[in-house]
């Protein structure tokens, strides 16, 4: 007995040495990390990964400068694109440091030339931001990304109580029942689908909440409005399921899916092509913002934001700031904080402000309008496919989901 406690003892005492020795590296390591000038300009979180945008010191710009998550066991390096003296490490918003793939660690962000290893200064405004994971077992990380003389991003587990993975948007409701045909109405339609939807990621393992659980309206900015909600709930994505109406109900027909610029399509085409050879339905016949097959960019026109700067100065507010990279859809560019050029911040007294507009964390959003209501033939595999389009949709993003995480 005597001797187990003693070998039991033994092997402790050498772990603990062992890790006091690993620290003990670690912090030497840290001390003599170079300082030369390497900063970030921006960064900021949009759906599940981290992006960053910097300067580096001209005298490396012909090295291989890569950009290294390091912690006291791991080590991971990330490419790159380097144009004269700034760096971006994707130039897809929804692309760059994988956040779900991050253990429960601290990790220091530096630059690492050959076998050199370099600080990284903060010239952004930004000090602190947080990031929750995708929940398993009622758990998730809490990932704490902030500047304090590191760049560093801990990992903890949390407590998942009030944080949800995905956020569904039923749209329209109440007074707004969005398109009609005959004794159809779209926003109905999209209360029965986003339910249907909800219950089929449930049984997937996701958490998933919807912006209205009741076939009630529900307000578009403002605490607890439609926009705020995915927020409000840490989401990562957020899909807002809409029908579509035209004037031309003979030919224009089929399925839309709307997203934003400079984003890594993958998602947008997975749900695509899925609803198309699951569901007796084609891609759209519209051809307006329409990007590729199915995948549409809907930005503001120069004729709509002179519409909007004419309601500006009708009203007497300050006209918003903004461009033809301005998305157009408030569900995709509201959830999406700053970096989606959100802009209700309340100087429009018609609106409450988005309490999220400027948030360096953004939902990563897709708007699915899932056939015309007005057209005959989509009515019918509206109504009488509902479970097809749910199977398509659902895998569709638990396939996206898995693949990255
Ligand atoms: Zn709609």
Do not use: W
């Not at 001209?58 to 912690?71: A, M």
């Not at 660690?105 to 903060?122: M, S």
């Amino acid at each position: 007995m005597k001797k187990i406690i003693v070998i039991a003892l033994l092997i402790i005492s050498v772990i603990i040495s062992v890790n006091f020795y690993k620290q003990y590296k670690f912090k030497k390591f840290l001390k003599n990390i170079n300082d030369d000038k390497f900063n970030i300009t921006e960064y900021y979180i949009y759906g599940t990964h981290l992006n960053i945008k910097g300067q580096i010191n001209e005298n490396y710009t012909d090295s291989k400068i890569k950009l290294v998550l390091k912690s006291i066991d791991e080590e991971i390096e990330y490419n790159l694109k380097i144009n004269n003296s700034t760096f971006t490490l994707s130039s897809k918003i929804n692309d760059g440091i994988n956040l779900e793939k991050l253990n429960n660690n601290k990790y220091y962000l530096l630059i690492k030339i050959g076998k050199e290893y370099y600080k990284l200064n903060n010239l952004t405004k930004h000090k602190k931001d947080t990031y929750y994971s995708f929940i398993k077992n009622n758990k998730c990380n809490k990932l704490e990304i902030e500047f304090d003389n590191y760049f560093t991003i801990s990992s903890k587990k949390h407590n998942s109580n009030n944080i949800y993975d995905i956020v569904i948007d039923a749209g329209h409701g109440g007074t707004d029942s969005g398109a009609t045909y005959n004794n159809y109405y779209e926003a109905d339609l999209t209360y029965k689908y986003a339910k249907a939807l909800k219950k089929k990621l449930t049984n997937l393992g996701y958490k998933v909440k919807l912006t209205r659980d009741k076939n009630e309206g529900i307000k578009t900015y403002g605490k607890h409005s439609r926009t705020a909600i995915p927020n409000e709930v840490h989401a990562k994505y957020l899909f807002s399921i809409h029908f579509n109406s035209s004037e031309d109900y003979i030919t224009q027909s089929g399925v839309e899916i709307y997203t934003l610029d400079n984003t890594n399509l993958s998602l947008a085409h997975k749900l695509i092509t899925n609803i198309v050879n699951n569901v007796n339905i084609n891609y759209s016949t519209n051809t307006a913002y329409l990007v590729k097959k199915g995948i549409y960019i809907k930005n503001f026109r120069q004729s709509d934001i002179s519409y909007m700067n004419e309601q500006a100065y009708a009203n007497n507010y300050n006209p918003y700031n903004i461009t033809t990279s301005t998305p157009y859809l408030y569900m995709i560019r509201e959830t999406g904080g700053r970096i989606t050029n959100a802009f209700v911040d309340g100087r429009n007294s018609k609106y409450e402000a988005n309490p999220y507009y400027n948030s360096n964390v953004g939902v990563e959003s897709y708007l699915l309008e899932l056939g015309y209501i007005n057209n005959q033939r989509d009515l019918q595999v509206i109504l009488k496919e509902k479970n097809k389009y749910i199977d398509a949709i659902s895998l569709a993003i638990d396939k996206h989901i898995k693949n990255n995480s």
